[in-house]
């Protein structure tokens, strides 16, 4: 949509075993918002952190998750 302010969101949550943190804008199906995606998915079941109105905020929140965390990007961001 023309003129919608693109928002991002971190998320937090196990995965397969592993401590995963991955950043995605408000937009991606997987982040709807913050509210994940279904309501048996992992996206739900962890905690989201946002919105952030600038990528580099949402950055900051992703480096600041423990050193034990995997930290990914969705596709969405790239």
């Known amino acids: 949509m023309a003129g919608q ?4 969101y971190v998320h937090e949550g196990w995965l397969n075993g592993q401590f995963t943190v991955a950043i995605h804008r408000g937009d ?13 998915s ?4 962890g905690k989201w952190h946002g919105p ?15 050193e034990i965390a995997t930290r990914v990007t969705c596709e969405c961001v790239q």
């Open 28 to 40: 991606c199906i997987r982040c709807n918002h913050g509210n994940g995606q279904i309501a048996s």
């Open 5 to 8: 302010s693109i928002y991002y």
């Open 52 to 66: 952030y109105k600038r990528r580099s905020e949402a950055v900051a929140k992703l480096r600041s998750v423990p």
């Open 42 to 45: 992992f996206l739900r079941l």
